[in-house]
């Protein structure tokens, strides 16, 4: 590996303007709100709900919202600071950070939407065998596999990168530490890296959102003509997986497919999927899924006969 000269990064941030920079400021903290308590509201209520426990879609779902969580925490604490001050830096090894565990978590992320996809696939196209086919042993066993595969696809990242130089140059064009914007600053011809990257996050993107719409199609082509017997709530709960789906994979294929580009829709595309995407996920699945709203609402009834039973004993 090469040693670099470069000890820390400045970011350019968003915009110059300090009005906007508050409104964006607020707009950020707001989601890194949203999708702080919506997962943990979503963890909570699985957990506390035998039923929903046992289910593998929802232990996935739980799954789910621990990577949102941790994805969502790797930009945007960073970020709000930034745009509270004219700019921001980071050190060398502070944005190798930031580039691993923004791909470890992205692609674990990936991989088990696409675990969630067949998931769903088994249940509906072949539900006697479901209970055999995805019961907890396995379930754990694939999960550990996404995680798994998520930590290659990011050292793999972070290999590409700790191989190139850096002597000068040392300003990134963007708000976060990731391989695009980072490339572009090596004092080296860089084109074999990037299509490196094509093939590593690009494909990777591409391949699982191929996949995942394969998954779908097939299981609405199962549902068909039989949407007043079972096809009504399979149907809601796919339409919410396609959603949440869509927000994830869109943004990454657009950003990492066309690494050469630079431009304010890249920061616009990343600012999609670090942050507006973990808060839009628990929204989707507790406002769209019947279960799950009933979970939460038989949660809340809890908490609060609980609290009245704490001020009877004070009185």
């Known amino acids: 590996m090469n040693v670099s000269s470069v000890t820390e990064f400045i970011f350019l941030?968003?915009?110059?303007?300090?009005p906007i920079r508050l409104l964006l400021f607020i707009m950020v903290l707001a989601c890194y709100t949203t999708f702080v308590l919506g997962n943990l509201l979503i963890m909570v209520t699985v957990n506390s709900e035998p039923c929903l426990r046992q289910s593998p879609m929802y232990f996935f779902?739980?799954?789910?919202?621990?990577?949102?969580?941790?994805?969502?925490c790797v930009a945007a604490p960073k970020l709000m600071a930034d745009l509270l001050t004219s700019g921001g830096t980071i050190s060398f090894g502070g944005c190798m950070a930031q580039v691993f565990f923004l791909h470890f978590f992205g692609g674990s992320e990936m991989l088990l939407l696409t675990l969630m996809a067949y998931d769903r696939y088994v249940a509906i196209c072949q539900p006697l065998t479901y209970a055999v086919s995805m019961n907890r042993p396995r379930c754990a066993r694939l999960l550990a596999l996404c995680w798994v595969g998520g930590f290659i696809h990011s050292m793999t990242?972070?290999?590409?990168?700790?191989?190139?130089?850096?002597?000068g140059p040392n300003e990134l064009d963007s708000f976060y530490c990731d391989v695009p914007q980072v490339v572009r600053l090596a004092c080296a011809n860089t084109y074999v890296t990037e299509l490196l990257m094509v093939a590593n996050s690009g494909l990777l993107s591409l391949l699982c959102?191929?996949?995942?719409?394969?998954?779908?199609?097939?299981?609405?082509?199962?549902l068909r003509g039989h949407f007043k017997e079972r096809g009504g709530k399979a149907l809601?709960?796919?339409?919410?997986?396609?959603?949440?789906?869509?927000?994830?994979?869109?943004?990454?294929?657009?950003?990492?497919?066309?690494?050469?580009?630079?431009?304010?829709?890249?920061?616009?595309a990343s600012i999609f999927y670090t942050v507006v995407t973990p808060?839009?996920?628990?929204?989707?699945?507790?406002?769209?899924?019947?279960?799950?709203k009933e979970a939460v609402g038989r949660?809340?009834?809890?908490?609060?006969?609980?609290?009245?039973?704490v001020k009877g004993e004070q009185i």
């Open 236 to 268: 809601s709960t796919c339409s919410s997986h396609l959603m949440v789906v869509s927000l994830f994979f869109v943004p990454c294929i657009f950003v990492y497919l066309v690494p050469f580009s630079s431009s304010r829709v890249d920061k616009m």
């Open 13 to 18: 941030g968003i915009t110059c303007s300090h």
């Open 61 to 72: 779902l739980a799954s789910l919202s621990i990577i949102d969580t941790a994805l969502g």
């Open 209 to 222: 959102f191929f996949m995942l719409l394969v998954s779908y199609g097939v299981i609405i082509g199962t």
């Open 157 to 167: 990242q972070l290999v590409l990168i700790l191989r190139l130089p850096f002597c």
């Open 279 to 292: 808060a839009l996920n628990p929204i989707i699945y507790t406002l769209r899924n019947h279960e799950m």
């Open 299 to 309: 949660l809340k009834n809890k908490w609060l006969f609980s609290c009245s039973c």
